[in-house]
């Protein structure tokens, strides 16, 4: 039986993002930066070239919800279920900016530290750029050395905004999180 993918596209303050889950959880989460849906759906099928894709909201409903409460400013820990493909390295370090509190930003060197790897903060960086579950893996909490913003995969713009919504105003070196 081919795995069935359901997805969805919802406004938030930042523009429209397609959301799309599997029955493990939330695979894709991006903003659609005025594309239409298919691209991210393009994405979608490349990871899973025998996955049955249909739009439907309805299996997403919590996820949808959870981000409705993220966007109205209700602080919020995106604790759910993720069906996540990439290489070990990825996993890793997806798993350890999940552990990035909401306010807070990390470097890619201190993410590249937390997951054994201390000389990897380019791969880490590369990792960030590869998440195709942003704000459920908030990559757009990590930083550049320095407090320098860094990439972003929706632009630097949204990063902001996502940081500012967050409650962090500052981008300035002293701001890093020196969290392990």
Not at 37 to 42: F, R, T
Not at 74 to 93: K, V
Not at 106 to 112: D, E, F, K, P, R
Request: glycine share 10%; hydrophobic share 40%; charged share 20%.
């Amino acid at each position: 039986m081919a795995k069935k993918i359901h997805y969805t596209q919802l406004d938030s303050p930042w523009g429209s993002l397609f959301l799309a889950g599997t029955d493990r959880g939330i695979c894709a989460c991006r903003f659609m930066n005025g594309k239409d849906e298919a691209g991210p759906i393009a994405a979608v099928m490349k990871k899973n070239s025998e996955a049955l894709i249909k739009e439907d909201r309805v299996p997403l409903t919590p996820a949808v919800e959870l981000l409705r409460r993220y966007f109205s400013g209700e602080p919020e820990r995106f604790l759910y279920p993720l069906d996540l493909q990439g290489s070990t390295f990825q996993i890793r370090t997806w798993s350890a900016l999940s552990d990035i509190p909401l306010g807070r930003i990390v470097t890619y060197g201190q993410i590249a530290d937390r997951i054994g790897s201390p000389r990897a903060a380019r791969a880490v960086g590369q990792a960030c750029g590869s998440n195709q579950v942003v704000l459920f893996v908030p990559c757009h909490r990590v930083v550049a050395a320095h407090g320098k913003l860094g990439g972003f995969g929706g632009g630097l713009q949204l990063k902001k905004a996502l940081l500012r919504h967050e409650g962090f105003f500052s981008f300035q070196r002293s701001a890093v999180s020196d969290q392990k």
